[in-house]
């Protein structure tokens, strides 16, 4: 990687900062930014931003192309090229407005850092996301031990994602003074929840087999009684670490909650191996309790109140992302259609 030049690292910290003060953006889209700018900078071979001219777009797009995935070793993804070139695109954009800039950069120079057309067609391309069946999901929770407190954690962890739904970054940061358990509601405040987009979710549990309710709630109750834990304490805690016959192993549950949602995941996916099946991930639950929502609810209140309680706030949402129609289905439904007798005379 070529040396940076001071004048583009401070060009850089000036613009993720206004996106983080001006946009709004969170720490995990500037991540993002940086790193696509830091490609953006090993593609110009270091040079000096103020250098600029409309070839860039071009030998970036070239770059990327070649470019492969500092962790799999693998050609960039379309979705990740199309990602990249989208936050450069933006960067010079901004750029073309700042002193110093304005006679080298202009907004329609941004235009050539887009994807071509087809790129972005096989970049935003819907591809099926693999879930679990409901019988599934409650033959690999059945399936999972509870020989001690961390077993019981992670089969309370399985149950919770099949109540709710709700995401794994989300869980990873909830409190137990979040959760009612008479009411079988769960309040996901942004205030201290990590909700997607500081959104407040209500939660009521989803109607699932009631094994599930049961685990969590014998969870609960044993974290509140034996572990004696308090309305500020984490409901999925880590665990805390300590000295055992001189070596550094579990000692019990701490207090707080995990960092991240990826040891969650991890929890889960581990589940669904153990009976030789998929390693489903939490968030492909969200698509097995839409697909069951879609199968129960009876009424459109019923079906938006079902999406709602996913955390979303157009019913839209949940009919494009979690129950799409396939062409062939939609022929069979169509084909399946009969007027009412009314509508025959």
């Known amino acids: 990687m070529p040396g940076k030049t001071s004048s583009n690292v401070r060009m850089k910290h000036k613009y993720l900062d206004h996106l983080k003060q001006a946009k709004g953006r969170d720490e995990k889209t500037l991540d993002k930014v940086a790193a696509a700018l830091s490609e953006f900078e090993e ?24 470019a492969l995935n500092k962790r799999t070793k693998k050609p960039l993804s379309p979705s990740t090229i199309d990602a990249t070139l989208s936050y450069v695109k933006a960067f010079v954009f901004w750029l073309a407005d700042q002193p110093g800039f304005k006679s080298r950069v202009g907004y329609s120079d941004a235009e050539y850092f887009n994807n071509s057309r087809k790129g972005r067609r096989v970049a935003h391309a819907k591809r099926a996301i693999p879930y679990p069946s409901m ?10 031990p509870e020989g001690d407190a961390f077993e019981r954690r992670d089969k309370a962890l ?24 008479f009411d079988g509601h769960v309040f996901q405040d942004p205030r201290e929840v990590a909700t997607k987009n500081g959104k407040l979710i ?59 949602g990826a040891p969650l995941n991890a929890m889960i ?14 968030h492909a ?24 309680n996913l955390g979303h706030e157009h019913l839209a949402t949940m009919v494009n992302s979690y129950i799409p129609v396939s062409r062939d289905r939609q022929g069979e439904v169509m084909k399946g259609l009969v007027r009412p007798k009314s509508a025959r005379a």
Request: with cysteine.
């Open 43 to 66: 593609a110009i071979s270091g040079k000096d931003f103020k250098q600029f001219n409309r070839g860039w777009g071009e030998r970036f797009k070239t770059h990327l192309a070649k």
């Open 135 to 144: 019988e599934q999901a409650l033959h690999a929770f059945q399936a999972m």
């Open 158 to 181: 399985f149950a919770f994602f099949m109540l709710t739904g709700a995401r794994d970054g989300a869980v990873a940061s909830l409190l137990l003074k979040h959760v009612n358990l």
């Open 202 to 260: 209500d939660t009521w549990f989803f109607p699932v087999d009631p094994l599930y309710r049961e685990c969590f709630e014998r969870w609960v109750t044993y974290l509140r009684e034996v572990e004696l834990f308090g309305d500020t304490d984490a409901v999925f805690p880590k665990a805390q670490m300590g000295m055992v016959d001189k070596r550094f192993a579990k000692v019990g549950l701490a207090r707080e909650g995990f960092a991240s």
């Open 269 to 282: 996916k581990a589940a669904f191996r153990r009976v030789q099946l998929h390693p489903f991930t939490p």
């Open 285 to 308: 639950f969200r698509k097995t309790l839409a697909k069951y929502g879609d199968e129960i609810c009876e009424n459109m209140e019923q079906l938006k109140a079902w999406s709602m």
